[in-house]
């Protein structure tokens, strides 16, 4: 079953705005992980926020976890054309594996 | 560059025809995985190893098999493609599980 829910499934704003997606989950998890997606290509790590984390930073990323509402939030800030992309969040729940969300397209316009 | 590889990056095969699509890396890492990912969806976990330990998903084709010779590669077999099993498939390893994973560039697989 499909653990991770993203909102919005799209996301169009201007080159400098901020981004911000969203991801809800279902079960209790040791991490969550948030990943970005080229069209055609493969996925690329962005950062992992442990289940006793509450926020964390990387650059112009900034994740949440609220494991009380089961959901994270990733912000991407001054966005740059290079942004777009889908990003698809995952969660680890114990098991050897991830289970990703269906992702958010971002587009920024230049 | 410590890296995943997978080749071909295209494929083009018959109905029914098998193919087998590789996956290799050089990160020594102990988990690689298999993802099916279809058109604006999610992947789809296929299966993983762990070391030699092979873990099949419960809903993964029988059509789909999967060999990992040594720690560095790992092949997927499709022994029977339909033209459901048109996709990208994603390889992905990690050190440990439930770590980040590092994935391949993807094979674009096309089924005639």
């Known amino acids: 079953s499909q653990q991770g829910e993203e909102d919005p499934q799209a996301l169009s704003i201007q080159e400098g705005e901020n981004a911000t997606m969203n991801c809800s989950y279902k079960?209790?998890?040791?991490?969550l992980q948030w990943y970005r997606q080229n069209s055609g290509r493969g996925l690329v790590h962005l950062i992992l926020?442990?289940?006793?984390?509450r926020e964390k930073h990387s650059g112009r990323l900034r994740v949440t976890l609220d494991t009380s509402k089961k959901s994270s939030s990733l912000l991407i800030t001054a966005s740059r054309a290079a942004d777009t992309a889908s990003y698809f969040c995952?969660?680890?729940?114990?098991?050897?594996?991830?289970?990703f969300g269906q992702g958010t397209r971002l587009t920024i316009n230049p | 560059d410590a890296m995943v590889i997978q080749n071909p990056r295209y494929q083009v095969t018959q109905f029914g025809k098998p193919v087998t699509l590789s996956c290799s890396q050089t990160?020594?890492?102990?988990?690689m995985y298999w993802y099916q990912q279809k058109s604006s969806q999610a992947p789809k976990l296929l299966f993983h190893?762990?070391?030699?330990?092979?873990?099949n998903e419960a809903d993964t084709p029988d059509n789909f098999q999967s060999r990992r010779p040594n720690t560095s590669f790992c092949f997927l077999d499709i022994r029977s493609p339909g033209l459901g099993d048109a996709a990208m498939y994603l390889c992905?390893?990690?050190?440990?599980?439930?770590?980040?994973?590092?994935f391949g560039p993807g094979t674009r697989l096309t089924v005639l």
């Open positions: 990160l020594n890492h102990n988990v």
């Open positions: 079960t209790s998890i040791n991490n």
């Open positions: 992905a390893t990690s050190r440990e599980s439930n770590n980040e994973q590092f």
């Open positions: 926020i442990r289940s006793n984390e």
């Open positions: 190893y762990y070391d030699k330990d092979f873990n």
């Open positions: 995952a969660t680890s729940q114990g098991a050897q594996k991830l289970v």
